[in-house]
């Protein structure tokens, strides 16, 4: 009958925790090859994180760390413009005027597509348009609708090339892919 390993018979702190329950069913000749080959390849491994351990290479290592993120610090690339929809009634029962408004929250110029979502249970008055502008601070976009139904109606705005749309000389704000979108329901009258 083979022996068992016991708990006292391995040196617990130099173990991987995924070894620790070993399996009753393997030679203990295999488990003593297994736990020494462990102990080289886990010291190995912990050789090169040895040098974290020196006060002055952790120190160093959060300095590069910020110094690399204060680089981006006032960078907004997480929030580059806001978008606001205002939906009016007007005069006529169940005919509204959808207002979107886009407000750059960068120092710099960049031209988008403000667009609204197409739903058969809304018409557009004039045209279903989706306007293109070189966005600075703040922009309007309009639309008339008329809805015969209640909905929910999305808009989307999102960054587009800048060439062609901003005037020459304008500090464009060097991105390339950005969305935002926002929605409002619409209740109607029967």
Same mark, same amino acid.
């Given at each position: 009958? %083979?022996?068992? /390993?016991?708990? $006292? $018979?391995?040196?617990?702190?130099?173990? /991987?925790i995924?070894?620790?329950?070993p399996l009753?069913?393997?030679?203990?000749?295999?488990?003593?090859?297994?736990?020494s080959?462990?102990?080289?390849?886990?010291?190995?491994?912990?050789?090169?994180?040895?040098?974290l351990?020196? /006060?002055g290479?952790?120190?160093?290592?959060?300095?590069?760390?910020?110094?690399?993120?204060?680089?981006?610090?006032?960078d907004?690339?997480?929030?580059?413009?806001?978008?606001?929809?205002?939906?009016?009634?007007?005069?006529?029962?169940? %005919?509204?005027?959808?207002?979107?408004?886009?407000?750059?929250?960068?120092?710099?110029?960049? +031209?988008?597509?403000?667009?609204?979502? $197409?739903? /058969?249970?809304?018409?557009?008055?004039?045209?279903?348009?989706?306007?293109? +502008?070189?966005?600075?601070?703040?922009?309007?976009?309009?639309?008339?609708?008329?809805?015969?139904?209640?909905?929910?109606?999305?808009?989307?705005?999102?960054?587009?090339?800048?060439?062609?749309?901003?005037? $020459?000389?304008?500090?464009?704000?060097?991105?390339?892919t950005?969305?935002?979108?926002? +929605?409002r329901?619409?209740?109607v009258?029967?």
């Amino acid at each position: 009958m %083979e022996e068992i /390993p016991t708990y $006292d $018979d391995f040196n617990w702190v130099e173990l /991987p925790i995924c070894f620790i329950c070993p399996l009753a069913t393997n030679k203990s000749r295999d488990l003593d090859n297994r736990w020494s080959r462990l102990r080289s390849v886990n010291s190995y491994n912990m050789l090169s994180l040895q040098v974290l351990y020196q /006060p002055g290479a952790v120190i160093h290592l959060l300095v590069m760390c910020f110094i690399l993120e204060t680089a981006y610090g006032q960078d907004n690339r997480n929030n580059l413009f806001s978008v606001n929809m205002k939906i009016s009634p007007i005069k006529n029962a169940n %005919e509204f005027t959808v207002e979107i408004t886009i407000t750059s929250n960068v120092d710099e110029c960049m +031209a988008v597509k403000v667009s609204t979502e $197409d739903k /058969p249970n809304i018409k557009y008055l004039s045209a279903h348009a989706a306007y293109t +502008a070189c966005v600075c601070a703040t922009n309007n976009f309009f639309w008339d609708i008329q809805v015969s139904a209640n909905s929910v109606l999305r808009g989307k705005a999102e960054v587009v090339p800048a060439k062609g749309i901003c005037p $020459d000389g304008e500090k464009i704000y060097p991105v390339t892919t950005y969305m935002r979108t926002t +929605a409002r329901e619409i209740s109607v009258t029967p």
